[in-house]
């Protein structure tokens, strides 16, 4: 299996048995799914997400509850440029009502570099993942694969996203995976 038919695998699983939510289809993205809002209070519960100061995370429709909490809570939240790869913005004491589109974040966002600003948290949509930490990545945009922050990363997944074992060798690893049934710490 290569990590094109592992990804249509996952997309395809999800569209015919209706688990995807906007944006449909799941094709393509870092799949919003049914139970994600439950898998993300899973994860909001975790020490690694309550300790955060500051709070790295993906623009995927996804990650919106997290986004939004870790505002709601008063952490900073970085955000990758959503037009120029490599840039970040910063986003500190927002109203997370103010950002009715992602995309919209660099009116309220500093461009930063991480080194000036390390996440303590770093949050990324998955195509795939398994018990083992194992993550695959819709194939482009965030993360990038050189991105290296010395950060737990984590991750939410429906459980037709859950493998034992991946059947391709991963593109990173993540630390931490909210499902609406459990979580899984890894590493």
């Known amino acids: 299996m290569t990590l094109g038919e592992l990804r249509e695998e996952v997309w395809n699983a999800l569209a015919r048995f209706g688990l995807a939510l906007h944006p449909t289809p799941p094709h393509g993205h870092h799949p919003n799914f049914l139970g994600a809002r439950r898998a ?6 975790t020490p690694e997400f309550q300790g955060a100061r500051r709070v790295l995370a993906g623009m995927d429709a996804v990650l919106k509850p997290l986004r939004e909490e870790a ?32 995309r919209e974040a660099y009116r309220f966002g500093v461009r930063v570099a991480l080194e000036e600003a390390p996440p303590d948290l770093v949050l990324i949509g998955a195509v795939a993942v398994d018990e083992e930490g194992g ?53």
Request: no cysteine; net charge positive.
């Open 71 to 102: 505002l709601r809570q008063g952490k900073e939240l970085l955000l990758p440029h959503p037009d120029r790869p490599g840039e970040f913005l910063l986003l500190k004491d927002l109203d997370p009502r103010k950002l009715k589109r992602v």
């Open 40 to 45: 993300a209070e899973r994860l909001l519960k």
């Open 135 to 187: 993550w695959v990545g819709k194939g482009y945009g965030f993360p990038q694969s050189w991105l290296r922050v010395e950060a737990p990363f984590a991750t939410l997944a429906h459980p037709v996203m859950v493998y034992p074992r991946l059947p391709v060798p991963p593109e990173r690893r993540v630390d931490l995976i909210a499902t609406p049934q459990r979580l899984l710490r890894l590493g």
